[in-house]
């Protein structure tokens, strides 16, 4: 669901001759912001929040492990983060559980080159939900004019039992609460929906840069088959969100 922040997040500007973020003593360019999403409550919801948006990442141009200079292109390396709203069991989900609110941390690694860009993200949740998700990208990378970069592709996402069956997932109580109108449902592990994902970056100057995406995800597989999805929520998960962001050089060596 959350496939185009923590990506936008981490597609931070490439570093360019000339540009004054680097220099001799420069071995990674930091990005620091923050902005707001338009997403989905809660995975499968047809309700929407807005909810912060933080905006972190790192650019090697030194190799943390070999201490060697890198190109413009290589490896990244930024925090992965979603928040989803608390599940009430009232309206149309009444008999269901209520979820707390779940917050997800991990982390996210990709690999950039001049016109494409794959990246990976790993998350574990924290609250309503403990279960772990996973998130796959590969984007084109586009300059149709100078300082904006455009980026697009599919993504696919993947979640454990754990955090399935507690949004997706229907336990016997529930049926019998809900009266029938929820069957008993247990979702598994695996595939949970496909989509596309684009951000776009336009850089103010040599340190700030506007950052916006927007992501849509298909429910598939027991995600899409849950009736917690068919008789109360949506299939088609929608995210879109904007920041700003500043960079800056370290030096480590």
């Given at each position: 669901?959350?496939?185009?922040?923590?990506?936008?997040?981490?597609?931070?500007?490439?570093?360019?001759?000339?540009?004054?973020?680097?220099?001799?003593?420069?071995?990674?360019?930091?990005?620091?912001?923050?902005?707001?999403?338009?997403?989905?409550?809660?995975?499968?919801?047809?309700?929407?929040?807005?909810?912060?948006?933080?905006?972190?990442?790192?650019?090697?141009?030194?190799?943390?492990?070999?201490?060697?200079?890198?190109?413009?292109?290589?490896?990244?390396?930024?925090?992965?983060?979603?928040?989803?709203?608390?599940?009430?069991?009232?309206?149309?989900?009444?008999?269901?559980?209520?979820?707390?609110?779940?917050?997800?941390?991990?982390?996210?690694?990709?690999?950039?080159?001049?016109?494409?860009?794959?990246?990976?993200?790993?998350?574990?949740?924290?609250?309503?939900?403990?279960?772990?998700?996973?998130?796959?990208?590969?984007?084109?990378?586009?300059?149709?004019?100078?300082?904006?970069?455009?980026?697009a592709g599919p993504r696919l996402s993947l979640a454990s039992v754990d955090y399935m069956?507690?949004?997706?997932?229907?336990?016997?109580?529930?049926?019998?609460?809900?009266?029938?109108?929820?069957?008993?449902?247990?979702?598994?592990?695996?595939?949970?929906?496909?989509?596309?994902?684009?951000?776009?970056?336009?850089?103010?100057?040599?340190?700030?840069?506007?950052?916006?995406?927007?992501?849509?995800?298909?429910?598939?597989?027991?995600?899409?088959?849950s009736p917690i999805v068919k008789k109360a929520g949506n299939g088609e998960q929608f995210?879109?969100?904007?920041?700003?962001?500043?960079?800056?050089?370290?030096?480590?060596?």
């Amino acid at each position: 669901m959350c496939l185009g922040v923590p990506a936008m997040a981490a597609d931070v500007a490439q570093t360019a001759s000339g540009n004054p973020l680097v220099t001799p003593n420069t071995d990674v360019i930091v990005t620091l912001g923050g902005g707001v999403r338009l997403q989905p409550s809660f995975d499968g919801a047809s309700s929407y929040i807005l909810s912060p948006m933080p905006i972190m990442s790192l650019k090697f141009l030194r190799s943390p492990f070999t201490g060697e200079p890198t190109s413009d292109t290589g490896f990244g390396l930024f925090p992965s983060f979603r928040f989803m709203d608390q599940r009430k069991g009232v309206g149309k989900l009444a008999g269901l559980d209520t979820v707390a609110a779940t917050f997800e941390g991990g982390v996210g690694f990709d690999y950039t080159d001049t016109y494409f860009r794959a990246f990976v993200e790993i998350r574990q949740g924290f609250g309503g939900e403990h279960g772990q998700t996973a998130d796959f990208g590969l984007d084109g990378i586009f300059r149709p004019v100078d300082r904006l970069r455009l980026s697009a592709g599919p993504r696919l996402s993947l979640a454990s039992v754990d955090y399935m069956r507690t949004y997706f997932g229907v336990t016997a109580p529930e049926t019998a609460a809900s009266g029938g109108k929820f069957d008993t449902f247990r979702p598994g592990a695996g595939i949970h929906g496909l989509g596309l994902g684009g951000n776009a970056v336009y850089e103010i100057d040599p340190h700030w840069e506007v950052q916006a995406n927007a992501g849509w995800t298909h429910l598939v597989g027991d995600a899409a088959s849950s009736p917690i999805v068919k008789k109360a929520g949506n299939g088609e998960q929608f995210t879109v969100g904007l920041g700003v962001a500043y960079k800056f050089g370290v030096g480590w060596h």
